[in-house]
RNA sequence: CGGGACGUGGCGCAGCUUGGUAGCGCGCAUCGUUCGGGACGAUGAGGCCGUCGGUUCAAAUCCGACCGUCCCGACCA
């Protein structure tokens, strides 16, 4: 392709809108350019670089037996009323209703639509399967934001399988670990596996497939010194235990004027080190009003408690709803001697003594709190959420913790469509068994992002050789120059016969413009050719990632760019 | 959904407080000089000032409503 014919509109600012390194790279690199929030036009480059993800994906995808197919957008609604999520999933569904009255969803996944095709499995000796699709999904999300990162219409690679037992789904799932770790390598990202939540989805286990990046919306908590990592959300440590002195017969009520705080307690005198105090949240688990124990100095997380409580709609009570529950304000709140609520404790507060907390009063306090003794306790959970620093659960090493972009997600989804759709075979005594299923997601754009958020430097992006939309930019200083345009074009028709994809960078421009856009657009390999160097019979090899410099003679330039290929490749 | 900011040629912005001919940089077009790291000069094209309504002799500017975009939070199989 001649730079001077394509249409790669490159901006010398950053668009105003844009924030992501990925999001800013992108539109100034004449990828894409937004039609409305959360929705893009992948422009010329920006689709050759998608299209090569994408057959990344396939090509993994099939190396671990998957057969593609083509599932619709366009979904009626009553599928989706079967299994229920057209309420789970109301508010990022979109749709529409059509001329004779009836709704139609724009398909956010397709699980429901592979289960449909998929009622025509009949017996055992069909399975196992494994179908994919690539197509285009479409969700409603709240607040679309950093470019491809989080948006409204993507492209997602989305694979099931269908086995007789947990043992079958087992399998496919480590197969799809495999492809999906050797898929984020391809796309040159270190991304970490991570357990994660399932969500309310009804699905028995995930991983979620990790990228560390400062916009990253997902916090992981890694071990520096074993394999340990996991979703904050699920995430644990092991804490040293805190000795409690001495405790009382019964807790000890006090006046704390004006003390609303943790913070405020432990400064009070007659008060207590944040990590000897209780702390008393109320939330509405599906509605339902629940206290929360946790240790002054912890935080709740809240999706364990989604998690632990099998619940949906989990927030904090208002200020108004918690007097009604327990007639004091936040602030001053406490169980000890609250009966009727449900109340649930992080595991950290079994067995503490002599602790203070408040006393559902306001201004007052309790010290001299035995958990076990003076709070009915329903149930002990594991709550509360892990801080950098603290030990790793598995080994003696130490946490941290860091923002990450989720680049896939695979899921145990179980028997759950298969009871809500009817799915099942006949084993082979002719009983009829549900089909266990998973379900493995890729979003190609945001992966498109997250490459490069991980593959960029302040001149641009830089992009790893399988995914970039040209592998070599050669760069004609003199376009005017009858010697320099012969030679490139030489070049240019020895490399394209070898398939090898070339930008030829013949606009009339200066240098210095074709340098900065060869590396904001950030093709691997740049060549430049000029009379300068053709004088003395070389051009020169740039290469990005690099940024090395080095002369070749004008006979070795096509075979050293093969040999460059080549060796990136490995 | 709560909080905040912003909407002015293709891009980035000023002008609005104090109403009166719409401006700057980049980009774009033509010509000339340049030409191995974002050149210079000359000339020129291009704008319903987000939309609707109100106030006024007169609105980019004041008032109201709406729409849109971004950021923080909530949310996110």
């Excluded at 059509?98 to 025509?120: C, N, Q, R, Y």
């Excluded at 809500?420 to 089909?435: C, H």
């Amino acid at each position: 392709m001649r730079w001077s014919e394509a249409f790669i509109p490159t901006l010398r600012d950053d668009p105003a809108d844009a924030e992501a390194v990925s999001h800013k790279l992108l539109v100034r690199g004449g990828y894409m350019r937004q039609l409305m929030a959360g929705v893009y036009s992948m422009l010329p480059l920006g689709q050759r670089v998608r299209a090569k993800v994408m057959a990344i994906i396939k090509e993994e995808i099939d190396s671990i037996g998957g057969q593609e197919f083509l599932l619709p957008q366009l979904h009626p609604s009553t599928i989706w009323e079967e299994t229920g999520r057209i309420e789970t999933m109301a508010d990022i569904i979109m749709s529409f209703e059509d001329s004779k009255g009836g709704t139609v969803i724009l398909g956010p996944t397709h699980e429901e639509i592979f289960a449909t095709v998929a009622t025509e499995l009949t017996s055992y000796k069909q399975l196992p399967q494994l179908w994919y699709h690539i197509q285009t999904k479409f969700r409603d999300e709240a607040r679309p934001k950093s470019g491809l990162l989080r948006v409204r219409e993507f492209t997602m690679k989305d694979s099931y399988t269908f086995d007789v037992d947990f043992e079958g789904l087992d399998l496919q799932f480590d197969r799809h670990l495999g492809a999906y770790k050797r898929i984020f390598d391809r796309l040159g990202m270190d991304a970490v596996a991570v357990r994660a939540s399932s969500g309310a989805m009804g699905g028995k286990e995930s991983v979620e497939f990790m990228v560390r990046s400062d916009v990253g919306e997902d916090e992981v908590a890694a071990c520096s010194s074993c394999d340990y990592a996991a979703n904050l959300e699920t995430a644990t440590s092991t804490l040293a235990a805190i000795e409690d002195p001495g405790g009382m017969s019964e807790p000890e009520r006090f006046a704390t004027p004006g003390v609303r705080t943790i913070a405020d307690l432990e400064v009070f005198d007659g008060g207590a080190r944040s990590d000897r105090q209780i702390k008393t949240l109320v939330y509405l688990l599906d509605g339902e009003p629940a206290l929360v124990l946790l240790r002054g100095d912890h935080a709740l997380q809240e999706q364990k408690l989604a998690d632990t409580t099998q619940s949906i709609e989990v927030r904090a009570a208002h200020a108004e709803e918690i007097n009604n529950i327990l007639g004091a304000d936040a602030g001053s709140l406490g169980a000890v001697a609250v009966d009727g609520e449900r109340i649930l404790a992080d595991e950290q507060l079994r067995g503490r003594r002599a602790m203070t907390t408040g006393a559902n009063a306001n201004d007052f306090h309790l010290r001299g709190v035995d958990i076990e003794r003076d709070i009915a306790v329903n149930e002990w959970h594991e709550l509360r959420t892990v801080e950098a620093g603290e030990s790793c659960p598995n080994c003696d090493g130490v946490l941290e913790v860091f923002p990450t972009i989720e680049v896939g997600h695979i899921f145990k989804l179980g028997t759950f469509y298969a009871d809500k759709l009817g799915l099942s075979v006949l084993d082979e005594n002719g009983t009829m068994i549900p089909i266990v299923m998973g379900s493995y997601g890729i979003g190609v754009e945001r992966n498109m992002a997250a490459s490069i958020e991980a593959n960029h430097d302040e001149k641009g992006i830089v992009w790893p050789i399988e995914i970039a939309p040209y592998h070599v930019v050669i760069t004609v200083v003199r376009p005017d120059d009858e010697r320099s345009s012969e030679v490139s074009a030489a070049i240019y028709d020895e490399l394209t016969a070898a398939g090898v994809e070339v930008l030829l960078d013949d606009r009339k421009e200066r240098p210095g413009v074709k340098f900065t856009d060869a590396e904001l657009i950030g093709i691997p390999l740049r060549i430049t050719i000029g009379p300068r160097g053709l004088e003395s019979g070389v051009v020169e090899f740039a290469e990005r990632r690099s940024g090395e410099r080095r002369d070749v003679a004008i006979a070795n330039a096509a075979s050293e760019v093969l040999a460059f290929l080549e060796a990136a490749h490995s």
